[in-house]
């Protein structure tokens, strides 16, 4: 396993969690996380850093760092990875081993691929986004910048998922069909 280098998590709930472990395992070093409230139980090895307001601080503890918004909500995503590349941080995109990404799919930075997750021939994952666990994004589909798939949700071939739309678990997506962005579609 390759060394991808230092990893700051944004976040402490459960996602976050699942997040720090698949980092840990898919060769990050996770040396932290940030959250507004300190969580009932760790992540992990990882110590809390203090408050999502402390990341330049963290930044400068850590130079060279990548960060990871581990939160499900699509806006404090976006928020909180403008926050880390202000700080100076790279967006950590982060792919569980057991992730089946193509070489012709393309992934944006801060990305989550789940466990079981496929990204299959020539789709486009956009920044910040979550595809969970079991999820699938079939060829020349698009999932644009902080959407959100969630557990077993599934986007066919060359269907579009609009910026910051949810596609709920076990919910599917047609081939060639849009998700207008911010829109959420229930299984």
Same mark, same amino acid.
């Given at each position: 396993?390759?060394?991808?280098? #230092?990893?700051?998590?944004?976040? /402490?709930? /459960?996602?976050?969690? +699942?997040?720090? %472990?698949?980092? #840990?395992?898919?060769?990050?070093?996770?040396?932290?996380?940030?959250?507004?409230?300190? &969580?009932?139980?760790? =992540? /992990? %090895?990882? *110590?809390?850093?203090? &408050?999502?307001?402390? =990341?330049?601080?963290?930044?400068?503890?850590? &130079? @060279?760092?990548?960060?990871?918004?581990?939160?499900?909500?699509?806006?404090?995503?976006?928020?909180?990875?403008? #926050?880390?590349?202000?700080?100076?941080?790279?967006?950590?995109?982060?792919?569980?081993?057991?992730?089946?990404?193509? *070489?012709?799919?393309?992934?944006? *930075?801060?990305?989550?691929?789940?466990?079981?997750?496929? +990204?299959?021939?020539?789709?486009? +994952?956009?920044? /910040?986004? =979550?595809?969970?666990?079991?999820?699938?994004?079939?060829?020349?589909?698009?999932?644009?910048?902080?959407?959100?798939?969630?557990?077993?949700?599934?986007?066919?071939?060359?269907?579009?998922?609009?910026?910051?739309?949810?596609?709920?678990? @076990?919910?599917?997506?047609? #081939?060639?069909?849009?998700?207008?962005?911010?829109?959420?579609?229930?299984?």
């Amino acid at each position: 396993m390759s060394g991808r280098g #230092a990893l700051l998590v944004l976040g /402490g709930g /459960g996602h976050a969690a +699942v997040v720090a %472990d698949l980092a #840990a395992r898919a060769g990050f070093r996770v040396v932290g996380f940030l959250d507004d409230e300190r &969580p009932a139980s760790a =992540l /992990g %090895d990882a *110590p809390h850093l203090g &408050p999502i307001a402390g =990341l330049t601080a963290a930044a400068g503890r850590f &130079p @060279g760092a990548s960060a990871h918004a581990a939160v499900g909500a699509a806006a404090l995503r976006e928020a909180w990875l403008d #926050a880390a590349r202000r700080a100076g941080l790279l967006e950590g995109t982060v792919v569980a081993p057991s992730a089946d990404v193509s *070489p012709s799919a393309s992934l944006g *930075p801060g990305a989550f691929v789940g466990a079981r997750a496929v +990204v299959a021939a020539r789709a486009s +994952v956009g920044r /910040g986004v =979550l595809v969970n666990t079991s999820a699938v994004v079939e060829h020349d589909a698009v999932v644009e910048d902080f959407a959100h798939l969630a557990t077993g949700a599934i986007v066919c071939g060359g269907a579009r998922v609009g910026r910051g739309a949810r596609v709920d678990a @076990g919910a599917v997506v047609p #081939a060639n069909a849009v998700v207008e962005a911010g829109a959420r579609i229930a299984r």
